[in-house]
């Protein structure tokens, strides 16, 4: 009974790793990338859910600050592998991604005077965006996801 709750709380479970990590920011927009599964006790991984995320800011004090989170693009892989304690498992993925732009960004695209007064906003408001790559896996029986976060530059 101890070794089922272990199970599903993911004790002694898979752990993932990102070893990775590449941007195709050509025509594809594409994020390639390499996780390695490893685990303490034999399991069975149903699939990976891979998501691009944009957290933007902005406003300079506490009170004032902003902060939205965005999807950009989520993928599912479906792998219904098992895992042993001495074989650790790699999959590869590759990621579509959209960049979403502000209202500010867009009225800089207009024409070259907008785009001056577009920064400037930017520089007030202390807009910033920054990207991340989260990889979670599914786990038969287990209740929560093992997960691995990284930054990447877009």
């Not at 034999?42 to 300079?60: D, P």
């Not at 989170?69 to 074989?87: F, N, S, T």
């Not at 959209?98 to 209202?103: G, I, P």
Request: hydrophobic share 40%.
């Amino acid at each position: 009974m101890f070794k089922k709750i272990k199970n599903w709380l993911g004790i002694e479970g898979v752990k993932i790793e990102i070893a990775e990590v590449s941007v195709d920011e050509s025509a594809s927009n594409q994020v390639n990338g390499v996780v390695e599964l490893t685990t303490q006790s034999a399991q069975e991984i149903e699939k990976l859910i891979v998501t691009i995320r944009e957290k933007y800011s902005r406003g300079r004090r506490k009170k004032s600050k902003l902060v939205d989170e965005y999807v950009l693009g989520k993928k599912e892989i479906e792998l219904h592998q098992a895992i042993d304690v001495d074989q650790p498992i790699t999959a590869s993925f590759a990621i579509n991604y959209a960049l979403l732009k502000s209202d500010i960004e867009k009225l800089g695209e207009k024409n070259i005077l907008y785009k001056g007064i577009s920064k400037l906003a930017k520089v007030a408001k202390n807009a910033k965006s920054s990207y991340s790559l989260t990889v979670e896996a599914v786990v038969k029986g287990n209740a929560l996801k093992p997960y691995d976060k990284v930054e990447i530059e877009l």
